[in-house]
Each structure stands twice: as C-alpha cells, then as structure tokens.
C-alpha cells in the first residue's frame, strides 16, 4: 500500500489560507438566511391588496347561465317568429287544388260530400285552415262515424274517414234507408249490396234519441235469433218496432208471407213454435197470414188488426233504387190490413176431453150467433164462419178455438 507524502499529510493538517477563506464565505451565507427566516426582528414584507367581488362565485357563475340561457331563448324566438311569417305570407304553404286534399277510408262517402267542407279551403293557407271545425262538419256527413283531418307541410292536407257500418234497412215515408245499431239513417249504397231486413216505424223527423232504443230491441232481437247458429234473422223481410212491447216480424216464407207478433221477450222460443207448426198450420188454414204467439197459454192464428198504421207507398225510383240495394221485394208489396168483421182462430195448448167439448160447443154457439148478425159471405176462407175443426183426437195437437171478432 502506497504511503501518503509527507506534503499531503501537511495540506490535510494544515489547509492553505484560500481555503479557509471560501469556508468562511459559504457558513456566512448559510448563516445569513436562517437569520432570516428565523429572525423576528426583520421588518414585513409590504402586500399588494387585492380587489374583491361583490357576489360569490357560484352566484355570478349562476348569473352567466341565467343570462345565456335568456338570449338563446329570445334568438328561438326570433327565428320562430320569422318562419311563422314566412308560413303565413309564402306561396309555397297555399293549397292550390283538390289534389293536395288526399283521402281514405271512403266507401259509401263520396269525393263530392268531402268537397262540399273542404272546398272552400282551396287557395288558402294550410296554417289557417281550422281543422276542428273541418272534422266536425265532415262528422255531420250521415255515413261519417269518425273524421281525422291533418295538415302536412308544405300544401298537404289529409282526410281519414271511418264509415258507419249498416245493420238493417229502414223505412221512412216513401223511401228506403239504411241504419246503423245506433239509429243514425243513411241513404241507400250504390256500391254494396246488403242482406237485411227493414224495420219500420221510424220516421226522418224524430230524434236520434228515439230511435236509439227501437234499434237497440232490433239488436236484442237479431242477437237472440242467430245465438244458436240457425241464423233465422235470414228469414226475416220486415222488422215492426214501431210498438216496442209486441214487436212484429215478417217473414220471407215461399208459400206466402208471414206476421208474426213476438212480443218484447223471449223471442227465440216464441219464433221456434212458428218454425215448428207453420207447416201444421198451413195445412189446417187454407190462408196463413199472421201469428200472434206472446200469449203462453194460447196461440192465434190471423188475429184481427183492426186500424192497424198504412205505410205510405214507396215510389217507383225507391223501389227500384231498394231493390239494387239487397231489399227483398216481398216487402215493397202493399199489404192492405185485415177488415174488423174477420174473425180470429185461437189455438191454444192442449186440453182435457171434457173442457176440449165445452170449448168447441161455446165456440159454435157464439159463431153462430155472430153468423146471424153478419152477413155470411166471408172474404178470407181460412177464417169463414163455415169453417168447423176437426174430430177431436184423444190427444189433440193444438187446440183450436174459433170465436168472434174482437
């Protein structure tokens, strides 16, 4: 190992002075500033003031949102209102023709009663066309149930029609007319042919209020007749609601048509008799025109109607126009009520031997008394004076009872 000089021992043990001068320096400066940090003696520093806000921060941050938030909503409405005028006063927002007004939905309404309302629109400005006002007048459109009228940008206009749907045909007056289950008339469709019967008594000048409940019984009435599947509504021509407690059928038999008074009830058991003895009963009468069956103990056959209601006549062009619509002829013939002289037939449910003699022996006493008054000649043969049932069976199929007019 090499040994230390003896000139470097020297300057380790003895430094020079420029060294100890530089070691002087270094601890005066470090002296220096701990004095002054430590020193309490020194005089502040001087601070620059600082200006403050009146409002918080979050309060002008707030003041800022406020403000922008109210300048877009006045530059929206700026621009809202320029196109609004531009909506009104420009060319291009005109409804020129019957073109720009496209419709759906028609059927039985035709192009000509949607011009009748939106007709006047032609030439206007789509944004001033009330459209609330133009649905409801297209609603008073009879066929109309519901009306959608919309405006599309820039010269649209769309119509959506929902038809009424028809139930029966009605007889008003002289004419043929369609109605639905709410009672709304309707004239007759030249593009659709329908299978219903025609219920009368009804009339133009009544109320909505009046046939509401009339069609709600023709309702009740076709409901109860198809429930079973049969579909005897088929056999119907005519429908007479005009007294709702004995509403009356016609029906739309080959051998001849036939009234049947069904009462307000239970009309489904009552047209089921008719459809099981009508051919009995053709068979005993030589002329079957009418049935009353809304009695449980008794059935007539050509019960009298005296001052029964006269239908007016339907016109040529009616009938013609009825016809082309689905209305069965049978009930455009003019039928003539029965006289008051006619006698009616009663045939009631079966009886004991004894009280079946003490009927017929009754029966041919006040017939004959009724034959002496009158004259004999009797315009209906099924019901002439003349006219006696049959031997009695030991179980007889109806009973029949014949006796004066009411």
Same mark, same amino acid.
Do not use: C
């Given at each position: 190992?090499?040994?230390?000089?003896?000139?470097?021992?020297?300057?380790?043990?003895?430094?020079?002075?420029?060294?100890?001068?530089?070691?002087?320096?270094?601890?005066?400066?470090?002296?220096?500033?701990?004095?002054?940090?430590?020193?309490?003696?020194?005089?502040?520093?001087?601070?620059?003031?600082?200006?403050?806000?009146?409002?918080?921060?979050?309060?002008?941050?707030?003041?800022?949102?406020?403000?922008?938030?109210?300048?877009?909503?006045?530059?929206?409405?700026?621009?809202?209102?320029?196109?609004?005028?531009?909506?009104?006063?420009?060319?291009?927002?005109?409804?020129?023709?019957?073109?720009?007004?496209?419709?759906?939905?028609?059927?039985?309404?035709?192009?000509?009663?949607?011009?009748?309302?939106?007709?006047?629109?032609?030439?206007?400005?789509?944004?001033?066309?009330?459209?609330?006002?133009?649905?409801?007048?297209?609603?008073?459109?009879?066929?109309?149930?519901?009306?959608?009228?919309?405006?599309?940008?820039?010269?649209?206009?769309?119509?959506?029609?929902?038809?009424?749907?028809?139930?029966?045909?009605?007889?008003?007056?002289?004419? =043929?007319?369609?109605?639905?289950?709410?009672? !709304? @008339?309707? &004239?007759?469709?030249?593009? %659709?042919?329908?299978?219903?019967? /025609? $219920?009368?008594?009804?009339?133009?000048?009544?109320?909505?209020?009046?046939?509401?409940?009339?069609?709600?019984?023709?309702?009740?009435?076709?409901?109860?007749?198809?429930?079973?599947?049969?579909?005897?509504?088929?056999?119907?021509?005519?429908?007479?609601?005009?007294?709702?407690?004995?509403?009356?059928?016609?029906?739309?038999?080959?051998?001849?048509?036939?009234?049947?008074?069904?009462?307000?009830?239970?009309?489904?058991?009552?047209?089921?008799?008719?459809?099981?003895?009508?051919?009995?009963?053709?068979?005993?009468?030589?002329?079957?025109?009418?049935?009353?069956?809304?009695?449980?103990?008794?059935?007539?056959?050509?019960?009298?109607?005296?001052?029964?209601?006269?239908?007016?006549?339907?016109?040529?062009?009616?009938?013609?126009?009825? =016809?082309?619509?689905?209305?069965?002829?049978? !009930? @455009?013939? &003019?039928?003539?009520?029965? %006289?008051?002289?006619?006698?009616? /037939? $009663?045939?009631?449910?079966?009886?004991?031997?004894?009280?079946?003699?003490?009927?017929?022996?009754?029966?041919?006493?006040?017939?004959?008394?009724?034959?002496?008054?009158?004259?004999?000649?009797?315009?209906?043969?099924?019901?002439?004076?003349?006219?006696?049932?049959?031997?009695?069976?030991?179980?007889?199929?109806?009973?029949?009872?014949?006796?004066?007019?009411?």
């Amino acid at each position: 190992m090499a040994r230390k000089g003896s000139s470097t021992i020297q300057e380790e043990l003895y430094p020079t002075s420029d060294e100890t001068a530089r070691e002087d320096i270094d601890d005066a400066r470090l002296l220096d500033l701990d004095a002054e940090k430590e020193s309490p003696f020194l005089r502040a520093q001087k601070r620059v003031p600082a200006r403050r806000s009146p409002l918080p921060k979050k309060t002008a941050a707030r003041i800022v949102w406020g403000f922008a938030v109210i300048v877009a909503a006045a530059l929206a409405a700026i621009a809202v209102s320029a196109f609004y005028r531009y909506g009104e006063h420009s060319w291009r927002f005109r409804l020129n023709s019957s073109e720009d007004i496209e419709m759906s939905g028609l059927t039985n309404v035709t192009h000509a009663q949607i011009m009748e309302v939106m007709g006047g629109d032609i030439g206007r400005n789509i944004f001033y066309i009330p459209l609330d006002q133009r649905q409801k007048q297209l609603e008073q459109i009879p066929w109309v149930e519901t009306a959608s009228v919309m405006r599309f940008t820039p010269n649209r206009i769309r119509i959506q029609i929902h038809e009424r749907t028809p139930v029966a045909f009605a007889r008003v007056g002289s004419k =043929i007319m369609l109605v639905d289950a709410g009672g !709304v @008339l309707m &004239e007759l469709s030249t593009r %659709k042919r329908y299978s219903f019967p /025609v $219920v009368i008594g009804m009339s133009s000048g009544e109320p909505l209020s009046t046939r509401t409940p009339r069609m709600k019984i023709y309702n009740q009435l076709i409901a109860a007749l198809d429930s079973t599947g049969a579909r005897y509504s088929q056999d119907l021509s005519e429908v007479d609601l005009s007294d709702p407690e004995d509403v009356k059928v016609l029906t739309n038999d080959p051998d001849g048509a036939v009234l049947v008074h069904l009462g307000s009830a239970n009309y489904l058991d009552r047209f089921k008799i008719y459809v099981t003895h009508l051919r009995e009963w053709r068979q005993q009468f030589q002329k079957l025109e009418s049935v009353d069956l809304r009695y449980d103990r008794q059935i007539i056959v050509n019960p009298d109607l005296p001052g029964a209601a006269r239908q007016p006549a339907v016109t040529l062009a009616a009938a013609r126009a009825a =016809i082309s619509a689905g209305v069965k002829a049978a !009930v @455009l013939v &003019e039928r003539a009520p029965s %006289k008051p002289s006619a006698q009616h /037939v $009663v045939v009631s449910r079966p009886a004991p031997a004894k009280r079946w003699q003490k009927i017929i022996h009754s029966a041919k006493k006040s017939a004959a008394a009724s034959h002496g008054k009158r004259k004999p000649a009797v315009s209906n043969a099924a019901l002439s004076s003349k006219w006696t049932p049959a031997a009695a069976p030991k179980k007889p199929s109806p009973a029949i009872l014949k006796g004066p007019s009411r």
